[in-house]
């Protein structure tokens, strides 16, 4: 049979859109997350150059409150798969103290992820970023384009995207603007469990249920993942079979009660979830439309 | 993964999703024609809509819904915040859903009037469209332009969805006459056998399950079709091209050539053609992480590598031997133009095709065509939303193929320089002069070779008036649009030939004849090499125009008379020459006591009183590019 299935297509124009930014683009870098949509990119970024190594070096934006499961298996495959790994942190912010406690998940979230990032970019300058998000996210991402243009701010303008068409992508920028490019951009959540499960990715065991210490707070599951977490009165960490569908910043992730501790089982339970995926992260409970004003300020 | 401890359900699940298909679509239809309802009950009815959406979808519907409160799957479909406001969806946005059979992706594009360059890149990755129709209204003109689009962007299967049937109480006679009206206009479309069929998106009825409403009606539900359909059956059999995107060379040991088989397959031990250059080699690994494959398919991204080892760069196609794609400079193609700013021939673009980028210029625009009347206009400029047949002239020649066999090695965009704005879309015909690369054509370099490789006709501007007339202002800024035009030209005046080439000369009578005779020697060498130059010279008598004239050939030479009263010229004085000259400290100045002979026939007579220097030059050049 020579008609590809859809995972295979999906990877072909994946493969084919992160050769592209390298062979446009002079300093490119991709952004990792260490989830799941961006730990598929990068599978994908071997794939694209295989057997040469990465020809681009991997960021992680590091907030200091990521779970401390991601910090081990980040390290862990920079050695197994022999990635150039820049951490950014923003040391400022760092020395402040800033975390999501005190300062509240906005305020952290903008200084700690969002500043850190644009800082990480500007510090390297990186003129194109690859980032892992899909279209099926999130409304205002089903039509932002693959290859997405950012000012020298790092600012998106939604009413001024360059058409795509074909596999064509038009990436001449003016001095001082860069891109942020989307490989993932047609995949869907199930699509990435599915081809994590087909091509046997590894990704970060938080992602499978376990006995975890959690509390629970505004009706959200929090892992209790160091003693930086400060408890409220009376309340003790208890021992519950939990897994995470995002991974981020602990004090901002929920998790779900969960004994599915296999991919199949985990995507058998995503089959039957009535919820969809971005329900745990904290940040996105406000308004449809507060997504794409955060991405016009240079958040992803 | 300990996926042997699973239930063999889940397995199984897997193992069939494995071996699913994709489709990707376009739906089009006008403004009401429920579009974006069609989609939101696509997703709907194959359960891809979480409860949390719902809910929002719910809260949304009572907000801005249109549907009196009930669920609006529009609101699904509408994005930006803009867009929601405004409750027109203004761009393309794709939305994914899967049944058990396949998975889909569609774009979602709108039927606004001006919105045809948003079509055209919706149309581009699709390989079915599904063209609504409000069964009220029938066949309408943005019918006719949708159907248009997409069979000029290739798309060759198309499903006519009669829509809103319970309005018009699922009557086959009406929905007869509409597939009727339609079938008449597509025919010379170029569709494979478009088929229609009468929906309702907002009851759902032949939507996924067949209508109980309309049992006169026996073909697939829209779903059925999707399902079934097979529009890249043929890629496989097709010749082999794998454009190279990137060449992969980690040490000395490997050299492979990364991209994406467009159409066509290839093994290991399959001889292989490199095109512009022509050579050839056999295929000896086709690389993936993998593991090597034993064949390489449409649509696949690979990277393969040669038994020799030959100079291959981002850009060139790889094929078989005997099925080469043509390689050509000049070609003949539809464009479609997405830019505020219209397209100007001759102007410098940029194009991408494949992994190519190259200097282009649209030479003509043979017509535009009218996308809901089908007509056929001159025009002179190409707007925003306008398609046209043009020809193009790229700064080197590159391999392709016509689009309609290949979307990937036929279809380009257009970037503006200055901008880096995508301003149009282009699908190649054919070539208008077939230059073979492999074996290049002894031809000799004449001047009329020169003037064929920049793409213009050499000429020499004379500029001759008064000092201070606005010689040199003028021929500045003719200069300065032929430029920007992409005209290959060089000035020449007073200043730069009299401090190298003329340095020994004075300002005696035989020094002056002789200065210009050197100027138009000069001039001559350079139409020669098909430039377009412009002499700035006092130039008084026309004996010395006239001996100018002589040198070159008819209708190369232009005399442009630039036309100021001698007291208008005296009262700028840009130099204080006229000052002196009056004073008597300058002897033989022309307008003060020495003659300026008024040219007799020039090409051109620019009186400055009437036209300020930048509409003289818009004169001029508007001139040059007429004749």
Known sequence: ?300 | MAADSQPSTVIEFLDEQAEKSLLRFITCGSVDDGKSTLIGRLLYDSKLIFEDQLDTLRADSKTSGTQGGDIDFALLLDGLEAEREQGITIDVAYRFFATDKRRFIVADTPGHEQYTRNMATGASTAELAVLLVDARNGVLQQTRRHAFLCSLLGVRHLVLAVNKMDLVDYDHDRFRAIEAEFAEFARGLGYDAPISIPISALKGDNVLNPSPEMTWYRGPTLMGHLEQVEPRADLSERAFRLPVQWVNRPDHTFRGFAGTVTRGTIRPGDPIAVLPSGKTSTVARIVTMDGDLDRAVPGQAVTLTLADEIDISRGDILCRPEERPGVADQFEAKLVWMDDKSLMPQRPYLMKIGGISAGVQVTRIKHTVNVNTLEKRAARHLDLNEVGVVTLKLDRAIPFDPYMDDRHTGGFVIIDRLTNNTVGAGMIDFSLRRSSNIHWQAIDVNKEAHAQQKNQVPRMLWFTGLSGSGKSTIANLVEKKLFALGKHTYMLDGDNVRHGLNQDLGFTAEDRVENIRRVAEVGKLMVEAGLIVLVSFISPFRAERRLARDLLEDGEFIEVFIDTPVDVCAERDPKGLYKKARAGEIKNFTGIDSPYEVPEVPELHIETNDLDAEAAADKIVAYLLDH
């Open chain 1, 1 to 300: 049979m020579s008609e590809l299935t859809h995972l295979e297509r999906l990877e072909a124009e994946s493969i084919h859109i992160i050769r592209e930014v390298a062979a446009e683009c002079r300093n490119p870098v991709l952004l990792y997350s260490i989830g799941k949509d961006s730990q598929v990119m990068l599978y994908l970024a071997r794939k694209a150059f295989y057997p040469a190594r990465l020809p681009f070096p991997i960021m992680h934006v590091d907030t200091l409150w990521n779970f401390h499961e991601m910090i081990t298996f980040r390290d862990q495959l920079v050695k197994d798969w022999d990635l150039d790994l820049i951490v950014h942190v923003n040391e400022e912010g760092a020395a402040q103290g800033i975390n999501p406690f005190t300062h509240g998940s906005a305020v952290f979230t903008d200084i700690m992820n969002l500043g850190a990032l644009k800082q990480g970019l500007d510090k390297h300058g990186f003129d194109a970023a690859f980032g892992g998000g899909r279209r099926d996210e999130e409304k205002s991402r089903a039509k932002e384009r693959v290859f997405s243009f950012r000012t020298p701010e790092h600012r998106w303008d939604p009413k001024n995207q360059r058409p795509e068409l074909w596999r064509l992508y038009n990436a001449r920028k003016h001095k001082g603007e860069s891109i942020r490019a989307f490989p993932l951009s047609n995949w869907t959540e199930m699509d990435i469990w599915q081809y994590i499960y087909r091509e046997n990715i590894p990704i970060v065991p938080l992602y499978y249920a376990k006995e975890r210490p959690v509390v629970w707070r505004d009706g959200v599951m929090l892992l209790v993942d160091d003693d930086r977490m400060p408890l409220e009165p009376g309340e003790t960490p208890e021992m519950r079979h939990v897994r995470f569908r995002t991974l981020g910043d602990y004090p901002l992730t929920g998790g779900t009660a969960s004994t599915a501790a296999t991919l199949p089982a985990i995507i058998e339970e995503m089959m039957l979830a009535t919820t969809s995926e971005r329900e745990g992260r904290v940040i996105d409970k406000d308004h449809g439309a507060s997504m794409e004003r955060k991405k016009q300020e240079g958040y992803y």
